[in-house]
């Protein structure tokens, strides 16, 4: 506990801790609300080995690294990567975004991870959207939601207090007025560890999607609370949650600022190498990439003019998002900004 409060609140201001790495492009589904779309499949790119080990040299000790894409569990070399980062950047805290199709590589990827790497705590934060065939419509795959079932069920027998799994549904304009439902479906058919509402965000295929009720991402946060956290004993938890939810509706509502952990604590790279504070920040800054990790060294990354623009522009709160990794750990690396002293709008 000491050193990880060491690692949050006593390292140097900007020293990453918390990285969300784009492992590949490819992915097996289609959604209509990916933020990621235009990029998928287009090239079939891989993060290999090499070049992961090119990125973890460039960062000490990380508290959390998330996996996502494209469908991660399709990079051939998962296992090598969380490894690097286990070995070279005494990693402790792993998540897995998965569409959870691929039953039998995740089990493998899981067990592995069990039997070799035995201090990581690893979250699999599998998606569902909607109930049975509806979400297998939603994300365009053919036994989508029979396969989760497997990959739960195959997954569950491996639960101890290392692996966690949960599940991340994105609500929007296709899915909101039956959220409820599927909220509560997925907890009467599911024993997952905790069950994360995502607003629609980012640049998706259409509009109209991203069309939401406020009230209808109020009901379905408080209903998941309700039926998740009300008896849980894990306070840190609940508080953090009530807290990150209260700031995404404040948002939602245009009357709130966070100050936001991306370019400092936070930050975002693609399976090219590309560095960017966040997937969301090409919305509000037309130059948003920092450099490139594979040619040019982090440290010289920071030092260049543009990245300083970003970063001040960042700081000056000049951009404000409900993306819920940005939020949930600006919480925990901000504490009395974000909950004593946040600003109004
Ligand atoms: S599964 Fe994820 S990466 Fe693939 S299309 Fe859907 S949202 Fe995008
Ligand atoms: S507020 Fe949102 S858009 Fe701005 S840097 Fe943070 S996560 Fe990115």
């Not at 994105?170 to 997952?192: P, R, S």
């Not at 946060?221 to 894990?234: E, V």
């Amino acid at each position: 506990m000491l050193s990880l409060l060491k690692e949050l609140y006593l390292k140097p201001k900007n020293e990453i801790k918390y990285l969300i790495l784009f492992v590949t492009n490819k992915c097996n589904a289609n959604c209509d609300f990916c933020f990621n779309h235009k990029n998928l499949n287009e090239t079939n790119k891989d993060l290999t080995i090499e070049e992961t080990k090119i990125i973890s040299s460039n960062f000490k000790n990380l508290i959390q690294l998330t996996l996502s894409g494209g469908e991660p569990i399709l990079n051939p070399n998962l296992y090598e990567i969380i490894k690097i980062f286990y070995i070279n950047n005494n990693l402790k805290n792993l998540t897995i975004t998965t569409n959870g199709f691929f039953y039998d590589k995740l089990f493998d990827l899981a067990k592995k991870i069990l039997l070799n790497l035995p201090n990581l705590n690893i979250n699999f934060s599998i998606s569902i959207d909607d109930i049975e065939k509806k979400h297998d419509d939603a994300r365009k795959v053919k036994n989508l939601f029979n396969n989760i079932r497997l990959t739960y069920s195959k997954l569950s027998n491996l639960k101890n207090n290392k692996i966690k799994l949960t599940c991340a549904t994105v609500i929007n304009n296709n899915n909101q007025n039956k959220i409820l439902k599927t909220i509560k479906y997925i907890f009467d058919n599911f024993d997952f560890d905790d069950h994360e509402i995502i607003v629609v965000r980012g640049s998706t295929k259409t509009s109209k999607i991203k069309q939401l009720n406020l009230k209808n991402y109020f009901n379905a946060i408080n209903y998941r609370n309700k039926l998740y956290y009300n008896n849980s004993k894990n306070f840190l938890k609940k508080i953090i949650d009530f807290l990150g939810s209260k700031i995404i509706l404040n948002i939602l509502n245009k009357n709130t600022f966070f100050k936001c952990p991306a370019g400092k604590k936070m930050i975002e790279i693609d399976e090219n190498g590309n560095v960017f504070p966040c997937e969301l920040i090409y919305s509000f800054y037309n130059n948003y990439y920092l450099g490139n990790i594979f040619k040019e060294k982090y440290s010289d990354i920071l030092k260049k003019e543009n990245t300083k623009k970003i970063i001040s522009f960042i700081k000056n709160k000049k951009c404000n998002c409900t993306f819920e990794c940005a939020i949930y750990s600006g919480l925990i690396f901000y504490p009395i900004s974000n909950i004593l002293f946040r600003k109004k709008l």
